[in-house]
RNA sequence: GGCCUGGUGGCCAAGUGGUAAGGCAGAGCUCUGCAAAAGCUCCAUUCGCCGGUUCGAAUCCGGCCCAGGCCUCCA
């Protein structure tokens, strides 16, 4: 089995083979830089972080990169009400990083803007011209797509196909474009607006346009072919099949691997628009739910379904996610119950190898398949592989994951002493998670994954301020039971509810947890 | 007009030729002082409709109905 993924460029699932052995190269569309992102943003980029930490998982090196669009209308647009443009970019650009981090999505190798690369798109526009693609109207460059034969058949929308219910807004610059579908590759900036020179005689001076921008800094960042482009599915016309256009009209060659598209986030058919108002930014979102709670939900829905958004589909599949948590817990509690020393965790002795025809896993596998739980590790993680593989099949992931903690749960890690396996387990299953972009590696437990994720910001330790209160009344509450003196215990059970403790009695004594 | 998705139990959602994953909600039981948690068990002869191909279809083909997206800036 190898991984597989849907190419909107061939409509197929194909075999996943990098043009570099081990190394992946992605290019991701970014956001335009006017406004914060918001939860659409945030289910497309969430996609491309589980994509990319499973493509690390199974062993391959990411070379990731993705643009911000710092030059657009809407930013020029913006800039007039409030401060200047740069201002504009440079806030949006400070909260889509203050966003990503919330969602912990890992950080890119690059973050390009498009006016750090407005040599190279010149270069580009100037080879265009040169190769009979471009041509100038007034001080514009146009893209000449009849001069491209193949534009059109990465989106399915050829020429010939009918722009009749178009609008007729392709109707308004007939007369400047030699085909209603050719677009902009620079134009001259409105006075007052930022503006490059570009030494030559028929365009001195302007800007780019927007398609220009990807073609040119993909290629500077990853080279003339790379493995993945992405973007969601909105890109797909006319941005994606634009850049083809540019960009093989230059190099004569498919451009892209792999092309990928993951859909839409809706909020139950009604489209999110800043006219109607319900734009549900990223803080907002955390709000009213952990991040690890969102990131599972995306995780529950392939993603190239449409996902409906709605609080309570969030917190029904919550629910379901706090089986998941309470099953790390536990492992957790468990394991602070010994010394490390006593833990003995397993140390990896072997691991798989990426040879053909072997099974392709992480390094430290043979730790994860340590001890009493082996057999049911083995069979998760090959699930988990099995469905990753088939199109980042996350649904079927989390399905096995369910599966996994259900039969840990009957094999007794609540009252196992054997700490070994039970090291194993919780390795195991945090491992997993985190491929999943959720992120509950305990430092002292498994510090190796634990130093990837990003800082805990007091983690465990938050509710330590609060623990021996609550053990001093649990222990109140422990002697009247003994004593039966259920009034006083009930009522010691009340007060930590109400002040948000779950308590969980189990043979152990009483477990408790901050809600 | 063109292009493209999708219609699976009360809800969410996998499955793309071999006899319906998983989660939520619901029911019963075990455990428990009572709860909670956990465990066990049950919960779609059926996959929008009608035809066809096949030993066999939710899965392939044809037709139809329905919902949605894109073709204009958009993750």
């Not at 190769?131 to 020429?159: C, I, M, P, W």
């Not at 969601?232 to 451009?255: K, M, R, T, Y």
């Not at 829905?301 to 917190?315: E, I, N, S």
């Not at 196992?416 to 437990?445: F, I, M």
Request: glycine share 8%; hydrophobic share 35%.
């Amino acid at each position: 089995m190898a991984l597989r993924v849907y190419n909107t460029r061939t409509r197929s699932l194909d075999p996943f083979t990098p043009q570099t052995e081990g190394v992946v190269r992605i290019y991701t569309c970014g956001l335009t830089v006017y406004a914060p992102m918001h939860i659409g943003h945030a289910r497309t980029y969430c996609f491309w972080d589980v994509f990319r930490r499973y493509l690390e998982y199974r062993g391959y090196h990411v070379m990731s990169v993705i643009n911000y669009t710092d030059i657009d209308d809407r930013i020029m647009k913006k800039a007039d009400e409030t401060h200047g443009w740069l201002d504009v970019a440079e806030n949006a650009i400070a909260a889509f990083r203050r966003d990503c981090r919330a969602l912990r999505i890992k950080d890119y190798a690059a973050y390009t803007r498009a006016t750090d690369f407005i040599d190279p798109q010149v270069d580009m526009v100037k080879q265009l011209l040169d190769k009979g693609h471009a041509y100038v109207v007034d001080g514009e460059v146009l893209y000449d797509v009849q001069s491209f034969e193949r534009y059109g058949k990465l989106s399915g929308n050829t020429l010939e196909g009918g722009q009749a219910g178009a609008s007729g807004r392709l109707a308004e610059d007939a007369d400047r474009k030699k085909h209603p579908a050719d677009f902009t590759l620079w134009k001259p900036s409105d006075p007052g607006q930022p503006t490059w020179q570009t030494g030559q005689e028929q365009w001195p001076s302007g800007r780019p346009g927007w398609h220009i921008e990807c073609s040119a800094m993909s290629s500077v960042m990853l080279g003339e072919h790379f493995d993945v482009h992405g973007g969601a599915i909105d890109n797909l016309f006319p941005h994606h099949e634009n850049e083809v256009a540019q960009s093989e009209a230059l190099c004569g060659h498919p451009w892209v691997g792999y092309w990928m598209h993951p859909e839409h986030l809706d909020l139950r058919g009604i489209k999110m628009s800043k006219s109607i108002g319900n734009v549900i930014g990223v803080p907002n979102l955390l709000d009213t739910h952990r991040y690890d709670e969102i990131r599972w939900f995306f995780a529950t829905t392939h993603y190239r379904t449409k996902l409906a958004f709605g609080d309570d589909l969030v917190a029904a599949s919550s629910e379901g996610f706090k089986k998941i948590t309470r099953a790390v817990k536990i492992l957790e509690t468990r394991l602070n119950e010994v010394d490390a020393d006593a833990r003995g965790i397993p140390v990896a002795s072997k691991y798989a190898s990426l040879r053909e025809g072997d099974e392709a896993v992480p390094r430290e596998r043979e730790s994860l398949l340590y001890g009493e739980y082996a057999e049911l590790s083995k069979k998760f993680i090959t699930r988990f592989i099995e469905g990753m593989d088939e199109d980042v099949g996350c649904p079927r992931a989390t399905a096995a994951m369910f599966d996994y903690v259900n039969e840990l749960f009957a094999a007794g890690i609540e009252q196992s002493t054997d700490y070994g396996s039970l090291a194993s387990a919780y390795r195991c299953l945090v491992r997993h998670l985190y491929v999943l972009g959720v992120e509950l590696p305990n430092e002292a437990l498994y510090p190796q994954l634990a130093a990837d994720c990003f800082p805990t910001a007091g983690g465990g330790e938050a509710a330590d301020p609060y623990k021996a209160v609550i053990d001093r009344l649990l222990e109140a509450r422990a002697d009247a039971r003994k004593s039966k003196d259920f009034a006083k215990s009930d009522m010691i059970r009340d007060v930590l509810q109400a002040a948000g403790v779950q308590i969980e009695d189990t043979p152990k004594g009483a477990r408790w947890e901050l809600e």
